[in-house]
């Protein structure tokens, strides 16, 4: 318990975003829903256009609907500049503020509607305007239903925002997601309860607001809304200044692998001297697009990945040869500057328990085929839509009985608990060696190397000072020492590490 009070104690800046940004789409969503309500109340075919986008929205997962703002306003730089933010607090405010739209424009299109027909026609009686009998009669009697709306919407946003960590932005999600992918409980319950604490005491408060509307009680809704208003002003006070524009933005994606070498990244760029932000848990297919248009700076990516996810390539040309043909493509193509490689791969391959293995007789990827359908595969959230998979089942002819998708660290657990027969497993991953399992030969080479590479954004790549301070990595890291720090970080119990600890134990192997 004292582990996660000493965590949320620590999480003041994630708090502190987390609150501008639910606030900044709650506002966006009722100044964009109330006067659509209006109009819907006067309308049945607004009001019918309007509920049906609006359901329509609800429809999108959350996560699917931030992700989406990214190549949106990717594809609008070409309207509005290269200053246009792809990744972070626009693309989330967009997508919330749409999550946010259907309970307040619903409430408040049905409270418009269902006022007593007697009243509005005393309005008229003496002589009130249209907006005179709006402002009057109509969103007093309303302001209750529209209220009730609002607090709808602001515990869906507040629950929602900690999805936002997935296209860069700072939130409560950050812990979780982390702690989910580290099996770091304790950071994963840290982030819950403060998400969770802060949709309560929004609601409490909203739910005063409310009441004052019902009860005519101008001191109660003045209170309610001035201890809001203070809340949203000592979050945006705390986040004044917190963000260096001249800092290096240092992205990973959802596996602790990823989050150990943007530590190590990070503290040998603070070493020489340059600020440092972090932006974790980011989606693999939207990394690489960061980088190239600089709303990142720094990533680590792997030969296979481009290959075949960007440069579409199918061909195995080999190691040495895909590894310059990406840097020459990337050159010409995005800018971005591959610094170099770290020394080690970290493969897709397919895995099994030793002992269900050993059961079937497979070792190789040829000997699955004729088991397939009567297993389970399991795979990271991605796989299963990525060519890599693609490639392998068509040039082996594999067929499953059943495909699940695991987060990276939950596939291990699958495939110890029987969940899974088969998970596509990562080749540095120390849990391979833990747990005793099977990685499954391909003869077929259909899956291409995944050596790790260092990639510079073109905003940093002509920065030699930076790159000189990064390049006591390049060819330093063996797949062995990469293992070992995974599993630090992947363990449970005794010895578990956090990834900036596993950063720097891996920083003292490698002679840093």
Known sequence: ???????????????????????????????????????????????????????????????????????????????????????????????????????????AVTAMVNLDSEILEAADGVGMTGAQK??????????????????????????????????????????????????????????????????????????????????????????????????????????????????????????????????????????????????????????????????????VDYTGTIWTNEMKRTDNPGRDAMYEAIVAWEQENTGVRVLGRLGFENAYAFAMREDRARELGVTSLTDLVAHGPQLTVGGDPEFFERPEWIAVRDAYGLRFGETRNFAPTFMYNALRSGEADVISAYTSDGRIAADRLVVLEDPKEALPSYDAMVMLSPRVAGDERLAAALEPLIGAISVEAMREANFAVDREGEGKLSPRDAARELAGKIGL
């Open 134 to 299: 709006l402002r009057l009669v109509q969103l007093p009697l309303a302001a209750p239903f529209i209220m009730a709306g609002i607090r709808t919407a602001s515990v869906w946003t507040i629950g929602a925002a900690t999805l936002a960590t997935t296209i860069g932005q700072p939130s409560l999600g950050d812990p979780i997601f982390a702690g989910l992918q580290t099996q770091n409980w304790a950071l994963v319950l840290a982030g819950c309860i403060a998400s969770a604490g802060l949709a309560l005491v929004v609601d409490a408060l909203l739910g005063l607001v409310e009441r004052g509307f019902a009860s005519r009680r101008r001191w109660m809704w003045i209170a309610g809304l001035a201890a809001v208003a203070l809340g949203v002003g000592g979050a945006l006070f705390a986040q004044a200044g917190g963000e260096d524009e001249d800092a290096i933005v240092i992205a990973s994606k959802q596996f602790s692998e990823q989050y150990i070498l943007a530590q190590l990244i990070g503290t040998q760029l603070e070493a020489a001297g340059y600020s440092v932000e972090y932006r974790d848990g980011l989606g693999s297919a939207v990394v690489h697009s960061a980088v190239a248009s600089s709303s990142i700076d720094i990533s």
């Open 1 to 107: 318990m004292s582990e996660i009070l000493h965590i949320l104690l620590g999480l003041g800046d994630k708090f502190a975003a987390h609150i501008v940004l639910s606030a900044s789409a709650i506002g966006l969503g009722m100044a964009v829903a109330l006067p659509l309500a209006v109009w819907a109340s006067r309308s049945p075919a607004v009001a019918r256009i309007a509920l049906g986008f609006a359901s329509l929205v609800q429809t999108i997962p959350a996560l699917a609907l931030l992700a989406l703002f990214f190549p949106i306003l990717l594809s609008l730089r070409a309207v509005f500049g290269e200053d246009l933010p792809t990744l972070g607090f626009l693309p989330a405010l967009l997508a919330l503020a749409l999550y946010a739209l259907l309970p307040i424009l619903r409430n």
